[in-house]
């Protein structure tokens, strides 16, 4: 089974739900980028205006988009709403992706969860395990990968070039264990073959969910969680999103402690409070993605 949601480009929302006509993308290059610049060039954010946040460069992908309009149509999570995703090539004959976003008024949470008090953190972990059942209880496809069946966008997938038995779609999580290792083997030439050999063999027991994909965010630290003036949650920034295993959500959201937070605040000990604790599959996927990025 397939998922029925993939857009057809240009998606640009009915005039009449716009807030003010849309930016043209010659008035983005003058806007200042919003919060921390990316280690990598390709993409920007920017703010237009009093209304439109704008993602956009030839490392955005439209399904970063498509996984939005996905989510607003299929749940009741508060996200920014996506008024236009669009391609164009820029001068370097680089296709870019343009993702025209509603401006969110709040603070995400790297900045201010230190400073909430009990019952503002206990607000805020009861809306996120509202969002996640919501997400785990959309109907299952039969595949592990991105909306339509397409390669999962989790950087423990990426490949420059195309390489389906590491991007996936998978079939199965023994595919996806088998992919990790060969992800390790691609990026590290002189990788340890005994090593791959041990991960090939123990990863599938210890990387084991029960076999059915659930909608997963993929990137639930504390840089992509605003709240806003009123205390609703609001979960930004949803480019790796997509049917991963049970246990990705959490693997990754404790991975994200470690990331912007750099281990500061106790967001870690709340993440059990909106998602369920999987802290072997946690442990062997961070020595993973550690190995890989540092």
Known sequence: MQSPHRIRLPYFAPTGSLPAPLPSTEELDAQPELGPKKYFKGQRVVRVGEHFVVKYGWLVKPIEGENML???DKTTIPIPRVYALFQKEDEHGRMCTYIVMEHVDGQTLDMVWR???LEAKEAAASQLRDFMDQLRGLPAPDFFGSLD???LL???FFTEEARPEINGPFKTEAEIAEALVLKLQRDEADYPAERAAYYRRVLPSVLQGDGRPRFTHADLQTTNIMLRP????VLLDWEMAGWYPRYWEYATAIFGCGGWSQWTDDFHAWV???LDE???EYLWLGNIRSFLWF
């Open 70 to 72: 996905y989510v607003s």
């Open 272 to 274: 059990p409070k909106f």
């Open 230 to 233: 009123d205390g609703t949650v």
């Open 115 to 117: 400073s909430l008090d």
């Open 278 to 280: 999987y802290p072997n």
């Open 149 to 151: 069946n397409r390669p």
């Open 154 to 156: 989790d950087y423990l």
